[in-house]
């Protein structure tokens, strides 16, 4: 691999990085996975690059397998921890891409894109932050302020205003905290203006199974996205084995522009999706837009020809 192709793939990687952390005003941009490749071997970066290739082309057991192979060169590299924690996202293997997104974090625990794919596994087994606390770096300040960041780009507003409580205050943080409030102002409006749809509903116990999916077909009827996914999610967090709330969240990611996020939910929800032909249409017909979103044709006609007409 020559010298230029990896400076050229760390800049793009700290651009992306920078880009990403631009999304919201004065966030630090340093947050690059930095590694100086000069001081690993021919045999480490040939690996480590041809496992990126394979990635790229979703050919994830390779890529895990060549990442393990780096491991065994450099056991205590975080980039390759990183990198295995997203691979094993993808094979929805979460319990191990839980411990290898861990290891990186603490490793750098600054790093914004490290503290993001963290915070992914953990919502992907519906796991809370909470009790995980006393392994967490609570006392890094820009650990908090990278999580607040994190949770508000995922819509979960209140999570992160309780977060930049207990931050130390800054420039950023009064930033954030007027986006933050923001966000609650016009996701609380958007659940008002879907209230309806269970206001009749008065032997639903709140919080329960029948409330949510009343709220979420309200929101759905009248196209109101806004905060769709915060509810989705509130509802998947008592009810992850139920398909329809992965739906309502993979739909609000699209109408959100967001066609991983809303991959990632939709093919999850796939998982538990079971006899109900109508709703693997509709599952069909977002996975389909999200992957003609990102230009992949080939995973969207796929989708496409599974949808059955009729239902």
Known sequence: ???????????????????????????????????????????????FFEALKQKG????DRAINLMLACKQLDADNYVVDHELAQLYVKEKQYPVAEEYALTALLAEPNNLWYTNTYIE???????????????????????????ALVYYRKGRAKAAKAILTETPKSNFTQILSVKIDDLIEVQEA????????TTNNNRAESGSFEQYRARIQGMLRTNNYLAL???????????????????????????????R???????????????????????????ADA???INNSV???MYLRKIKPGF
Do not use: H
């Open 291 to 293: 992957y003609n979103s």
């Open 190 to 197: 958007a659940i008002t203006r879907s209230s309806f749809s």
């Open 121 to 147: 596994v953990l919502q992907k087994q519906q796991k809370s932050i909470e009790p995980l606390r006393a392994q967490l770096p609570f006392d890094n300040a820009k650990f908090k302020e990278n999580l």
């Open 229 to 259: 996914d915060q509810v989705a999610e509130e509802a998947l967090e008592s009810y992850p084995s139920q398909p329809y709330f992965y739906y309502a969240q993979g739909y609000a990611f699209n109408k959100k522009s967001k066609p």
């Open 57 to 60: 082309i979703e050919n994830y």
């Open 1 to 47: 691999m020559s010298p230029i192709i990896l400076v050229f793939f760390w800049g793009c990687l700290f651009v992306s990085l920078s880009t990403y952390a631009q999304e919201t005003p004065v966030i630090d941009e340093n947050q690059s996975s930095e590694i100086f490749l000069d001081d690993y071997s021919d045999d480490f970066q040939e690996k």
């Open 299 to 301: 995973k969207a006609n």
């Open 261 to 287: 996020d809303a991959i990632e939910s939709l093919e999850t929800g796939l998982d538990y999706l079971v006899g109900d032909i109508a709703l693997a249409n509709k599952f069909y017909k977002e996975l």
